[in-house]
């Protein structure tokens, strides 16, 4: 019998439709429910592609009698994480600030009133390892909840109240300058993996945010220390496990620090960050490495992650059946050289063996390896490597194919739209700003509809019924004026302009603090507000990139305030955690920088519009475009004439403009930071 998650557009959701546990979406409803018949709620949350997620409700959620003794105590509501951050990331915080850490699947026990008062996260069906079973948590919340309710109506009013006082109120405390980045770097310098790249220790996570700031950090400063801590990262993840070497893309994170086992979910929001910076890092460098991961992710991006509508869908899973028909993460992915032989024949079994890493041993379960670029096997002959690897990546296919969830988040589709308009347009790729056009229209269409409010999710061309939080609003603008920028299309910026404004009057507080949920959404025990990157950028500094692109384009002063009140919180974090507020330190930097602005009175697509798209100068905006029109388009081309009836490009900042100029090498040099 389906349960009331039949009727969501949560794939996570969905996969619990059929769970004898009467689950309940997180709705005003089921807090009703739980105080008519004076029982807890049991809040369960995860997403489609975690993998104890799975484990956990094949264990315990599709368990008769766990789901029989649940229904009989509890209010069960399940929440996927994706679609709700805002829910997460209230009870997140408490999860954490109690047990001191946290992951999915998270499991809290909550009053009524949706105060917490007991926490853990995945719960296994037997006690083992200290830990106690599902069925003995249960047990004992109903125990506290009949016989010491004063206690826990006590210890839900404590972490209440400590979750009140949290709010952060940085702001007005100037904006952060050289003293701050420049201690900033010094610290991820100390983090930094010098012999594997990356920062910390195990699991190792693509610091995609980080990468963004050492490389804007070296094209203002020229600093040579943050430019090698970038490039030599991203060639570690290259040659690693982490990146499928077959189809491109990349893996969640590695669960070791040498970047070879992965744990092996592909997320829309890794790839579109970690396809940005390789491109980013070409156009710093040159690298033929950097432009081919750059190209493979961004095809990996529309091969498999691409709807029928346009958009792109959020996750492959780690999981997938293997030979024998189990369901078992990373099946898809890993080789033995018995399977190589199956597939190549002796011979290429052997090269690919020792071009791929793959040991009789194996790197990974069960004598199987991951496939990564070992490096020690001298020079190859790269017509032999294509072959070899169009031949394994057929035979994979033929594999069952890990699951995927198809709904498509306005946030992290914003960051991928980012991601191809700039690919494309640096690799001569059109289909690729096409690509990324049309995921833009999917958002307008669908996700900004008729309420004229940025709705978080949709799936199957159908929106979803949760409000965008800022992530949403920070990162789609971030990409539409990438889009913007490459297209010539001023429609895109007015787009940007619209989000941003919801922006100014639904999401910032005093002093410039922002906050991840609008003024009138729905009121949690505290308002979520987090300016600290996780997986992707915080939609606090998001945010604030997007307000500083959208001043240098327009002269708006709200919005360069907004941008420069927001940044606060940088000057106050980049020193002491800069490997979690990565982004900031990148906006800081195009603050520092100016940004300029660049326009292009001239062919969009044309010599002088393409070098404006590779000067590297931190954050600087370019708008080009010809005749007439085109100031209605885009402010900075107002006035600006060609000279001499040539395509002319016009650079200013800070109020000042350089000489315009017809040379695209003039410009270059302009914009080489």
């Known amino acids: 019998m389906a349960n009331r998650l039949a009727q969501t557009t949560s794939p996570y959701l969905l996969q619990h439709a059929d769970n004898p546990v009467d689950w309940w979406p997180w709705s005003p409803e089921a807090f009703e429910e739980a105080r008519k018949r004076d029982v807890p709620v049991l809040l369960s949350v995860g997403y489609a592609s975690c993998h104890w997620c799975h484990v956990m409700a094949h264990e315990s959620f599709e368990d008769e009698t766990v789901a029989a003794y649940l229904n009989a105590h509890f209010v069960p509501v399940k929440v996927d994480r994706e679609e709700r951050p805002d829910v997460d990331a209230v009870y997140m915080e408490a999860v954490q600030a109690a047990t001191g850490h946290g992951g999915w699947p998270m ?115 020229g600093s040579e220390g943050a430019l090698q801590m970038a490039a030599d990262t991203c060639s570690a993840m290259a040659r690693g496990g982490i990146y499928d070497q077959l189809g491109g893309g990349f ?7 040498e970047w070879v086992v992965p744990h092996f979910e592909k997320m829309l929001y890794d790839n579109a960050l970690l396809c940005r910076v390789y491109a980013h890092l070409w156009r710093a460098t040159g690298s033929d490495e950097a432009r081919r991961i750059a190209l493979e992710t961004a095809d990996f991006m529309v091969r498999e992650l691409r709807t029928a509508e346009g958009g792109f869908a959020s996750a492959l899973d780690a ?83 890990p699951g995927r969830d198809d709904k498509v988040v306005a946030a992290w589709n ?19 700003v096409e690509r990324a056009t049309e995921a833009a229209d999917l958002l307008v269409r669908v ?21 965008g939080v800022l992530e949403d609003y920070g990162d789609v603008a971030e990409g539409f004026l990438a889009l913007a920028a490459v297209t010539g299309e001023g429609a895109w910026l007015e787009f940007a302009g619209f989000l941003l404004d919801i922006v100014l009057e639904q999401f910032t507080g005093e002093g410039g603090q922002l906050y991840d949920t609008a003024h009138d959404a729905e009121q949690l025990i505290r308002r979520p507000q987090d300016p600290t990157d996780s997986a ?74 393409r070098t404006a798209l590779l000067g590297r100068a931190p954050g600087a905006v370019v708008a080009a475009g010809e005749g007439p029109g085109a100031g209605a388009e885009f402010p900075l081309l107002v006035d600006r004439p060609q000279v001499g009836g040539e395509p002319t490009a016009y650079v200013c900042r800070h109020f000042v403009c350089d000489a315009p100029t017809t040379d695209a090498a003039e410009l270059a040099v302009k914009l080489g930071g």
């Open 447 to 467: 996700h900004l509809g008729e309420v004229a409010r940025l709705t978080r999710t949709s799936k199957d061309g159908r929106a979803g019924d949760n409000a």
């Open 536 to 609: 992707t950028p915080s939609g606090w500094t998001a945010a604030a990139g997007a307000l500083l692109s959208y001043a240098a384009y327009t002269g708006s002063e709200a919005h360069r305030t907004a941008a420069e009140g927001a940044l606060g919180v940088v000057k106050a974090l980049g020193p002491r955690v800069p490997r979690f507020v990565g982004w900031g330190l990148a906006v800081a930097e195009a603050l520092l920088d100016g940004p300029r602005e660049v326009a292009v009175a001239g062919p969009v697509g044309g010599e002088l519009h």
């Open 107 to 221: 499991t809290v026990f909550l009053t009524a009133d949706a105060e917490p008062f007991y926490f853990g996260t995945y719960f296994p069906p037997e006690a083992r390892h200290g830990s106690p079973s599902f069925q003995q948590v249960l047990e004992g919340v109903v125990a506290a909840w009949t016989d010491r309710r004063d206690e826990v109506a006590e210890v839900a009013g404590r972490i209440v109240a400590d979750l009140a006082g949290r709010s952060l109120v940085h702001g007005g405390d100037g904006v952060p300058g050289e003293s701050e980045v420049a201690q900033a770097l010094l610290g991820l310098t100390r983090e930094y993996d010098e012999q594997r790249g990356g920062f910390g220790g195990a699991p190792k996570f693509p610091p995609s945010m980080a990468v963004e700031f050492l490389l804007r950090h070296h094209a203002r400063t």
């Open 319 to 401: 999981d997938s059946e293997d030979a024998d028909g189990k369901h078992v993460e990373g099946a898809y992915y890993v080789w033995t050289p018995a399977q190589l032989r199956e597939v190549l024949g002796e011979d290429d079994a052997a090269f690919a063996a020792a071009y791929f890493g793959v040991t009789e041993d194996g790197t990974f379960e069960e004598g199987a390896s991951v496939l990564r670029l070992p490096g020690d096997v001298g020079p190859v002959d790269a017509d032999r490597v294509a072959d070899v690897r169009a031949r394994l990546l057929a035979a994979r296919d033929e594999r069952p194919h």
């Open 251 to 257: 893996a969640r994170y590695s669960v070791d620090r």
């Open 414 to 432: 914003g960051l991928a739209i980012a991601a191809l308009a700039e690919t494309g347009a640096y690799f001569d790729r059109p289909d690729l």
